[in-house]
């Protein structure tokens, strides 16, 4: 049997992968990335969060992404009834960037994918993982190329950055449900065509249906007038509001008064994607001779855009410990990858936990918090959500708990009694 061998070799092209391959590539190693598709492609995960743009200078591929001119984010700002309220990232209580970029990410994932190529990482497109033998010193994969021809590939160390594909996840038999409830998102392109000077085009709009728990949506701007719009809720509910995903979605755009203005003449430039039960979890996120990253591991919940951040906060974590274990040395990927890793996830989960419970719009719409707690929630907002000096990172039940209730129950968002 004739096989090809490799020090690293990547499952996946996005964010993860890509931003793996090059901080790797740029240390003189080996790297292979295998993608099942051809770029450019479509993802969802299009609003990035300012802690981003960390990672991506740490592994050099900051510049490569700024060509894209991509639109400036800076915040986020949500709607509900009427009511308009922001969080502005600048003011936030963590150092670090304080603005990043909303993302098409077709050629977003394609600019970083060619910087990591540039650093020297060797990318075989249209090419998929199909087997996966683990082992602590000689992993090994079966990869299937545009033609069908099989053939395998050695290497010292495998980073699963498969997102979606979960390709280690199936293969490894790691897959656990995750605790979140599923939930279905619909979504589209437009041409906006906005026209209304109080529209803040650097920050998505977070709005919240009037009168149906649980449902909200995203408008996040692009540049060049066009945006990505979504909508998320439970299954039975979406697919109650129309006869097709199309129709599903404007029903709930114009119900939303908000957005249903904003977008009188927006056009739609691609077609419904629809995307279901996509929080997902594995047993450990680690074992011989490999490493889960990304949307490979765990994903939860889209609602503040932190899928890309932890994709690239996961990836720059795990290589420098694959630099040192090819080096000889032993690492302990629980104690140096998974727990650590895990930590700042967490901060999100309770974050989407008080999201659909009804606690984090109640704080979020009442604004008489003092400036460094509002501080507080914006950096974990902009993605910060490792930095435990921030009372609300260290203990984000408890804070989140006692500041919902200082902000009382009056004229909160009826999101509360999802499910
Ligand atoms: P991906 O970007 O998914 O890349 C994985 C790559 O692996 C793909 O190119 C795929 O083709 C390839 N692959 C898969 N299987 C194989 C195989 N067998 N062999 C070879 N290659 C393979 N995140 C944000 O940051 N901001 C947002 O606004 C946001 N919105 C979202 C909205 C929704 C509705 C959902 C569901 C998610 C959202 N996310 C968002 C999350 C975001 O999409 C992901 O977290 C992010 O794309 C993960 O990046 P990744 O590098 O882990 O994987």
Redesign the pocket.
Known sequence: ESYDTTDVAI????????AAAAWLARRGLRVRV????R?P?F???????PQ?MVHLEACGLLEAAQAGGFQPKNGAAFTWRGRDTAIDFRDKFSPGPGATWQVE?ADF?QRLIEGARQAGAVVEFD????AFVADAKRPSLTLVGPNGERRSLRAQFVLD???????LARLADLAQPSTLESRC?L?THVEDRIDCPKHDREK?LIGLHPTHPGIWY?L?PFQRGRA?L?V?GDRATLEAAGADDGERLWHFVHAEPRLAGLLTNAAAIRDIGC?EG?SADVRRLHGPGFAL????GE?LD?VF???????LD??LRAVPLVERQLAGDIVDWDQEFEQPLRRGVATFREFVDAWYDGRLPRIIFNEQQTPRIRAMISSVLAGYAWDENNPFVAASRRRLNSLAEACGGDATPAISEVG
Request: net charge positive.
């Open positions: 499952i996946g092209a996005g964010p993860a992968g890509a295998i993608e099942r598709s770029f492609r993802s969802i995960g299009e609003s990035l969060l981003c990410r994932d090419t998929r993982v199909e950055a498969s997102g979606y594909g979960r390709v998102a979504f998505i995203w996040i990505s979504g998320v995307l996509y990253l990304g949307n490979a994903f889209p855009s932190s899928g890309v951040t932890i994709a996961s990836a």
